[in-house]
């Protein structure tokens, strides 16, 4: 257990007057979104008290370069070195689960709170068996001595994590199957077509796939399949998406569904207590309807905006969702959301794997993803924030790559 106390703590003074007790901020949860919330209570200029407690040992650090940079080379994933925190007067507190939460009291892990702020991420969903996961860093640490050792590597789940580790895996000539009920990857977040160029970069570096295939029991390191045949090799890694872990604020009593519900300040449904980062269900302004987003960027930037809410300055949260992800030589950012029944446009050569494609629904774009093109993302978040205000495209100008994306937008 690691604790990294701040300089002594200022106590109550009198001069003249009771001068008001400094504020004590609590945050459960020291990852992404937790931690940036810290770094922005004091660069805002919060002078009272910040815990920040978190479950693993580990200092705080991020998550995509463990199926990234980290299985492949040396990427150093964590945020801060030890001493920042102290630098910041934040006390650390890891290897610490928070188990529960008072909210009437305001008391929190035996400290009381001014506000409170929950960032508990997500916890990988597992089957029966003895598989791996990969959430965080030890389990990353594991994989990879496992794929710089050669072998086979089964792989079941063909999301983000599925294929990144696969790749990683192959490209450390580790033999890879990959199991899905889909028929191509990525089916569900991106559809057929696009997923169909997911398929056929991995196959070209010589992934196995097993579409339309569920699982029925992991034994040891053979996998059956529900049609009664057996996948064999030395290693299995479950990788079928996340939960949002709301244990602690769901047995509290805070208002949830899948996630924590907050405004969009990140309020949740008692007034000192905010969620940031995957838990949040936030009520987004533009879309009109919750949305819950597991990203990177989401945590980076909800983590910000929840402190600054905490401290009275938030204001609502207008993002468009964002995501990115590295396979192979192929690099893509995604932004938006799949909508039912939106007409997929594409601008340059998917075949190639260059190219921006765009969802788009009764002339609005509702998504885009810029494959291996670079420096749009912007301008396809405009796009689409743009959508939200009755703008509409014309969709045969959006393909061709000819026409410049700012001349889509909306004028002055
Ligand atoms: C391997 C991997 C690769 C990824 N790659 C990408 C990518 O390429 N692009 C992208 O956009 N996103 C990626 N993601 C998703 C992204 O990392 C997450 O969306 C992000 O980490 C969410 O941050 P968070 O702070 O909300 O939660 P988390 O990072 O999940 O952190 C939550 C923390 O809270 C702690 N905690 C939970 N409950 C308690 C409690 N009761 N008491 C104390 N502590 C508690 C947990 O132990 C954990 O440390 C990836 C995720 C993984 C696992």
Same mark, same amino acid.
């Given at each position: 257990? @690691?604790?990294?106390?701040?300089?002594?703590?200022?106590?109550?003074?009198?001069?003249?007057?009771?001068?008001?007790?400094?504020?004590?901020?609590?945050?459960?949860?020291?990852?992404?979104?937790?931690?940036?919330?810290?770094?922005?209570?004091?660069?805002?200029?919060?002078?009272?008290?910040?815990?920040?407690?978190?479950?693993?040992?580990?200092?705080?650090?991020?998550?995509?370069?463990?199926?990234?940079?980290?299985?492949?080379?040396?990427?150093?994933?964590?945020?801060?070195?030890?001493?920042?925190?102290?630098?910041?007067?934040?006390?650390?507190?890891?290897?610490?689960?928070?188990?529960?939460?008072?909210?009437?009291?305001?008391?929190?892990?035996?400290?009381?709170?001014?506000?409170?702020?929950?960032?508990?991420?997500?916890?990988?969903?597992?089957?029966?068996?003895?598989?791996?996961?990969?959430?965080?860093?030890?389990?990353?640490?594991? @994989?990879?001595?496992?794929?710089?050792?050669?072998?086979?590597?089964?792989?079941?789940?063909?999301?983000?994590?599925?294929?990144?580790?696969?790749?990683?895996?192959?490209?450390?000539?580790?033999?890879?199957?990959?199991?899905?009920?889909?028929?191509?990857?990525?089916?569900?977040?991106?559809?057929?077509?696009?997923?169909?160029?997911?398929?056929?970069?991995?196959?070209?570096?010589?992934?196995?796939?097993?579409?339309?295939?569920?699982?029925?029991?992991?034994?040891?390191?053979?996998?059956?399949?529900?049609?009664?045949?057996?996948?064999?090799?030395?290693?299995?890694?479950?990788?079928?998406?996340?939960?949002?872990?709301?244990?602690?604020?769901?047995?509290?009593?805070?208002?949830?569904?899948?996630?924590?519900?907050?405004?969009?300040?990140?309020?949740?449904?008692?007034?000192?207590?905010?969620?940031?980062?995957?838990?949040?269900?936030?009520?987004?302004?533009?879309?009109?309807?919750?949305?819950?987003?597991?990203?990177?960027?989401?945590?980076?930037?909800?983590?910000?905006?929840?402190?600054?809410?905490?401290?009275?300055?938030?204001?609502?949260?207008?993002?468009?969702?964002?995501?990115?992800?590295?396979?192979?030589?192929?690099?893509?950012?995604?932004?938006?959301?799949?909508?039912?029944?939106?007409?997929?446009?594409?601008?340059?050569?998917?075949?190639?794997?260059?190219?921006?494609?765009?969802?788009?629904?009764?002339?609005?774009?509702?998504?885009?993803?810029?494959?291996?093109?670079?420096?749009?993302?912007?301008?396809?978040?405009?796009?689409?924030?743009?959508?939200?205000?009755?703008?509409?495209?014309?969709?045969?100008?959006?393909?061709?790559?000819?026409?410049?994306?700012?001349?889509?937008?909306?004028?002055?």
């Amino acid at each position: 257990m @690691l604790w990294i106390e701040s300089p002594p703590f200022p106590t109550r003074a009198r001069r003249g007057k009771l001068e008001a007790m400094p504020e004590t901020f609590v945050i459960v949860g020291a990852s992404l979104a937790g931690t940036t919330a810290a770094e922005t209570l004091r660069a805002e200029g919060f002078e009272g008290r910040v815990l920040l407690i978190g479950e693993e040992e580990r200092l705080p650090y991020e998550r995509p370069p463990l199926s990234k940079g980290l299985l492949l080379g040396d990427a150093d994933p964590f945020l801060h070195p030890e001493s920042w925190y102290a630098d910041q007067r934040i006390e650390l507190r890891l290897g610490e689960r928070v188990e529960e939460l008072d909210l009437a009291a305001k008391r929190v892990h035996g400290v009381a709170y001014d506000k409170l702020l929950l960032a508990t991420g997500s916890r990988p969903r597992r089957l029966p068996g003895d598989a791996l996961s990969l959430r965080n860093y030890d389990d990353a640490l594991r @994989l990879k001595e496992i794929v710089s050792g050669g072998g086979r590597l089964t792989i079941i789940g063909s999301g983000w994590i599925g294929l990144e580790v696969a790749a990683a895996a192959r490209q450390r000539d580790v033999a890879v199957t990959v199991i899905t009920p889909e028929t191509v990857p990525l089916q569900n977040v991106l559809g057929t077509k696009v997923g169909a160029v997911f398929a056929d970069l991995h196959r070209a570096h010589g992934v196995d796939f097993r579409f339309g295939s569920g699982v029925e029991a992991i034994t040891g390191t053979a996998v059956r399949l529900t049609g009664g045949s057996t996948v064999d090799g030395d290693h299995v890694l479950v990788a079928i998406g996340a939960a949002p872990d709301i244990e602690l604020a769901a047995r509290a009593g805070l208002a949830a569904d899948a996630g924590v519900l907050v405004d969009a300040h990140h309020r949740t449904s008692d007034p000192s207590v905010f969620a940031a980062g995957d838990i949040a269900s936030v009520d987004h302004p533009l879309y009109g309807t919750r949305i819950r987003v597991e990203h990177w960027a989401n945590a980076l930037d909800s983590g910000p905006a929840a402190a600054r809410s905490m401290l009275g300055r938030g204001t609502p949260w207008t993002r468009i969702p964002y995501f990115f992800t590295d396979q192979y030589d192929l690099g893509m950012e995604y932004a938006g959301t799949l909508e039912p029944g939106a007409e997929l446009i594409v601008r340059g050569d998917l075949a190639k794997r260059e190219c921006i494609v765009f969802w788009v629904l009764d002339g609005r774009v509702t998504a885009g993803m810029n494959i291996n093109v670079w420096d749009v993302t912007d301008q396809i978040q405009a796009l689409i924030t743009a959508g939200f205000t009755g703008h509409r495209v014309d969709v045969a100008r959006l393909a061709d790559p000819a026409v410049p994306l700012p001349d889509l937008l909306p004028g002055d």
